[in-house]
């Protein structure tokens, strides 16, 4: 019998500056990233989401971290059905899930 996941999805908000190649529109000046990434802990899961955007070309900068689901609906946090998909999917495929590009321009 196996034993139940200790996987967790974590809401990151991940903070990315310009590098040649990382899809971003060419007058930005970086973006944010609104990910959903799975892990046994915030810590893995912002690991695993800062190894996958630099083999994606991207240059993180900073990370924050919003919990999970459940932590985020005690703060109070809407999570609409789209969003908690995009959840469900980044925990049965143990991935990242980048939900939302948002570049920054000067």
Not at 37 to 63: C, F, W, Y
């Amino acid at each position: 019998m196996s034993k139940p996941s200790r996987q967790q999805v974590y809401t990151l908000l991940v903070e990315v500056g310009r590098k040649a190649g990382d899809g971003l529109p060419k007058k930005a000046t970086g973006a944010a990233l609104m990910c959903f990434a799975s892990g046994v802990d915030e810590a893995e899961a912002v690991r695993e989401t800062v190894a996958i955007l630099k083999q994606a070309d991207m240059a993180p900068l900073d990370v924050t971290g919003y919990g999970t689901s459940d932590e985020r609906r005690a703060q109070g946090h809407e999570i609409d059905p789209e969003e908690q998909a995009l959840m469900d999917r980044a925990l049965a495929e143990n991935a990242v899930i980048v939900a939302q590009v948002s570049p920054f321009f000067d």
